[in-house]
Structure formats: structure tokens, C-alpha cells
């Protein structure tokens, strides 16, 4: 049995009916919110065919029919064939909106991730660049207390890492910014997941500091540059993250509360949002998502890019009673303010 044009269009309305109110349709709610140009018996049929085709469920005896994931998936990707070819019509208030923070590539993250949550109401993420291939551009170690310092790393991408480190006595300003020029002079150029193979050979070049800047500082070097290799590969930033709160689906607490736990576990974020295909824009739905956890939701994420190089991803959290059409479109725009905000702000290769 296929899908003629009849019941395209009531699972179509039986669709968007459940992603306003929550509640089961019915044939005569469809019939006199809808103009089908057919009767609630008429109608009330067709909702059997599309039960019986796995569309729609009956969670009651007596109440109406709600989607499966199986009609959201054929939703999507009718409504994902008229994305494609269409233009962004939020992507110039999404870029305005997002460079007014643009200093630096943080910035750009957490204004994007929140802008997102605002626009679609749901939970958003925003998965940073991979560091561990990001190459070094500059190294300052900054005082902050007589025995604390600030260890300042700034990628060529202009992504800024900071790892605070405690010492055991005091160590002059002068000293510092002896070796945070030749830790910049030696380290300028490469990539973090480089460090761990010259760490012995960068200390060795670096013994003639041992005289101007003293055992100490020597002897932390060492320690510096083991951080500099430990560094997080990856950030998460999110926003929005009790949203989920506002949705009848979620007003089992124990639910909600393992929704929240799971999203806020970065490396689980991590995974879930971890690049898997060709496809720069990916909709997973209920129970297509692997993790339990997130069986009754949808994830929408985009990709993006410099020089058409992946560098991360973007996506939005929500019910599977998602309003696809307008997080698809924001999704996608975002995705594309932020390829053209960090290519023009960031891209070293396009400014030399």
C-alpha cells in the first residue's frame, strides 16, 4: 500500500496538528482544522491504512492516532528536499547577531550556541574544532598570584586555551616572558598532537635558559610542555539545556532528569555529535539515535567549515514532536554564518 496524495496530506496535518498541542488527533479535529476537502469517515480510514503502514499508533482505545518515527521520517525528507534548494533567510540576522561578539573563536561559540537555543527554543550544541591539529601561534605565560601562573595558548585558528598551573616559590616577570618568547620562537607553527614526539628534543634546545632564567623555571619546563600535550581535543558548548522542561513529554522526572545528565556529559555529547557520513546536515530520529537516552528525541546537526575543511559541528536537541521545518532552516543558517564568520575572522590562510 503506498501513499497517495490523500494520505500524504492528512498524515501531513495529523503531523503538524501533534507538534502544536501534544495530543492524539482525531479524524473530526483534522476535519475541521484542516481543509482536506474530504469527511471524518473519509479521513478516519485513511488514519487505518496509515497504522496499519506503521505511520500512525493509537496510544488509547478511545483517543485519536499520534506520528511515528517512521511518518517523521518521511516528513523530513519531504520537507529536507525543499531545504536543499532553498536560501537562508535567517543567515544574515543569525551573522549580524553573532559578530557582535566576534573578538575571538570562543566568543563566536557561545554566542552561536546561544542565539540557536533562542531561536529554537530547544537545547543546542556546538562541538569546537579538533585542537589536537590546530598549530601553535603564540605562547604567554601570564602571573596571576606570586605562586600561581597562567599558561596562555593561542592556536593559529585563534582559539585561546588557558591551563593554570601552581609553582612551588616564586619565579621573576622577566623569566616568564624570556620563555614565553622561546617557547613561541621554538613551538610557532606546530600542531599540538606534534608535541608529544619533539617534547624531549624542544627541553634540549631550550637548556641555554637554564642560566638566565633559573633551575626553577627550567625544571617547570618540562611540566608546561606535558600540558601543552594534554590538552582537550574538543569543547562542547550547549545552551538551553532545561528547555526540555517545557515539553509534556518530559514531565516524568526521571526522564527529564536522565535527558539532562546524558547531554550534560561532554564526551557522550561528543560521540553523538561526532562527524559520520558525506552528509553536512544529519536528522536523526527517536529510536535511529543509539543512546537510550535520547530515544525519544531528535537531533538536527550541520557542519562547519574553512576551506571546506570540517573543523566542527552544530546541532539542536528537541522531542521528536519537533517543528522540523523551522530548526532545519535555523540549523542550516547557522551552520553557514559561522562558516563565513570564522573564514573572515579566523582563517589565517585567507589573510596572508
Given at each position: 500500500?503506498s501513499?497517495?496524495?490523500?494520505?500524504?496530506?492528512?498524515?501531513?496535518?495529523?503531523?503538524?496538528?501533534y507538534?502544536?498541542?501534544?495530543?492524539?488527533?482525531?479524524?473530526?479535529t483534522i476535519?475541521?482544522?484542516?481543509?482536506?476537502?474530504?469527511s471524518?469517515?473519509?479521513?478516519?480510514?485513511?488514519?487505518?491504512?496509515?497504522?496499519e503502514?506503521?505511520?500512525l499508533?493509537q496510544p488509547?482505545?478511545?483517543?485519536?492516532r499520534?506520528p511515528?518515527?517512521?511518518a517523521y521520517?518521511?516528513?523530513?525528507?519531504e520537507?529536507?528536499?525543499?531545504?536543499?534548494?532553498s536560501?537562508?533567510?535567517?543567515?544574515n540576522?543569525?551573522?549580524?547577531?553573532?559578530?557582535?561578539?566576534?573578538?575571538?573563536?570562543?566568543?563566536?561559540f557561545k554566542?552561536?550556541v546561544r542565539?540557536l537555543?533562542?531561536?529554537?527554543?530547544?537545547?543546542?550544541?556546538?562541538?569546537?574544532?579538533?585542537?589536537?591539529?590546530?598549530a601553535?601561534?603564540?605562547i604567554?605565560?601570564?602571573p596571576?598570584?606570586?605562586r600561581?601562573?597562567?599558561?596562555v595558548?593561542?592556536?593559529?585558528?585563534?582559539?585561546?586555551?588557558?591551563?593554570?598551573?601552581?609553582?612551588?616559590?616564586?619565579?621573576?616577570?622577566?623569566?616568564?616572558?624570556?620563555?614565553?618568547?622561546?617557547?613561541?620562537?621554538?613551538?610557532?607553527g606546530?600542531?599540538l598532537?606534534?608535541?608529544?614526539?619533539?617534547?624531549?628534543?624542544?627541553?634540549q634546545?631550550?637548556s641555554?635558559?637554564?642560566e638566565s632564567?633559573g633551575?626553577?623555571?627550567f625544571?617547570?619546563?618540562?611540566f608546561l610542555?606535558?600540558?601543552m600535550?594534554?590538552?582537550?581535543?574538543f569543547n562542547?558548548?550547549?545552551?538551553?539545556?532545561?528547555?526540555?522542561?517545557?515539553?509534556?513529554?518530559?514531565?516524568?522526572?526521571?526522564?527529564?532528569?536522565?535527558f539532562?545528565?546524558?547531554?550534560?556529559?561532554?564526551?557522550?555529547?561528543?560521540k553523538?555529535l561526532?562527524?559520520?557520513?558525506e552528509?553536512?546536515?544529519?536528522?536523526?530520529?527517536?529510536?535511529e539515535?543509539e543512546?537510550e537516552?535520547?530515544?525519544?528525541?531528535?537531533?538536527?546537526?550541520?557542519?562547519?567549515?574553512?576551506?571546506?575543511?570540517?573543523?566542527?559541528?552544530?546541532?539542536v536537541?528537541?522531542?521528536t514532536?519537533?517543528?522540523?521545518?523551522?530548526?532545519?532552516?535555523?540549523?542550516?543558517?547557522?551552520?553557514?554564518?559561522?562558516?563565513?564568520?570564522?573564514?573572515?575572522n579566523?582563517?589565517?590562510?585567507?589573510?596572508e
Open positions: 500500500m501513499l497517495d496524495k490523500r494520505k500524504v496530506n492528512i498524515l501531513k496535518a495529523i503531523i503538524s496538528s507538534i502544536d498541542n501534544a495530543e492524539a488527533v482525531g479524524s473530526r476535519s475541521k482544522k484542516y481543509e482536506l476537502g474530504v471524518p469517515a473519509t479521513i478516519r480510514n485513511e488514519m487505518s491504512d496509515l497504522e503502514m506503521g505511520f499508533i488509547h482505545a478511545s483517543s485519536g499520534i511515528t518515527d517512521k521520517r518521511y516528513y523530513v525528507d520537507l529536507w528536499k525543499k531545504v536543499q534548494g536560501d537562508n533567510s535567517n543567515i540576522e543569525l551573522r549580524n547577531i553573532i559578530e557582535e561578539k566576534a573578538d575571538e573563536m570562543d566568543s563566536v554566542n552561536s542565539i537555543s533562542q531561536f529554537t527554543k530547544y537545547t543546542s550544541f556546538i562541538v569546537s574544532p579538533q585542537l589536537k591539529e590546530s601553535i601561534k603564540r604567554q605565560l601570564v596571576i598570584t606570586d600561581k601562573i597562567l599558561l595558548l593561542i592556536l593559529q585558528s585563534n582559539i585561546v586555551k588557558q591551563v593554570v598551573l601552581n609553582l612551588s616559590s616564586p619565579i621573576p616577570l622577566d623569566q616568564m616572558d624570556t620563555i614565553s618568547s622561546s617557547l613561541s620562537e621554538k613551538l610557532s606546530y600542531k598532537e606534534d608535541i608529544d614526539t619533539i617534547k624531549d628534543s624542544l627541553i634546545q631550550l641555554h635558559l637554564r632564567s633551575d626553577l623555571l625544571e617547570l619546563l618540562p610542555v606535558d600540558q600535550s594534554k590538552l582537550e581535543d562542547v558548548y550547549s545552551d538551553g539545556l532545561t528547555n526540555i522542561l517545557n515539553f509534556p513529554e518530559y514531565n516524568d522526572v526521571v526522564k527529564a532528569r536522565e539532562i545528565s546524558f547531554v550534560e556529559d561532554k564526551d557522550s555529547m561528543a553523538l561526532r562527524y559520520t557520513g552528509n553536512d546536515l544529519v536528522i536523526s530520529i527517536g529510536r539515535n543512546y537516552q535520547l530515544r525519544d528525541c531528535s537531533l538536527i546537526t550541520a557542519t562547519y567549515k574553512i576551506n571546506g575543511k570540517l573543523i566542527g559541528k552544530v546541532g536537541i528537541g522531542p514532536r519537533m517543528d522540523y521545518s523551522k530548526v532545519i532552516y535555523t540549523v542550516k543558517s547557522m551552520a553557514e554564518a559561522m562558516n563565513e564568520i570564522i573564514s573572515r579566523f582563517d589565517e590562510e585567507n589573510k
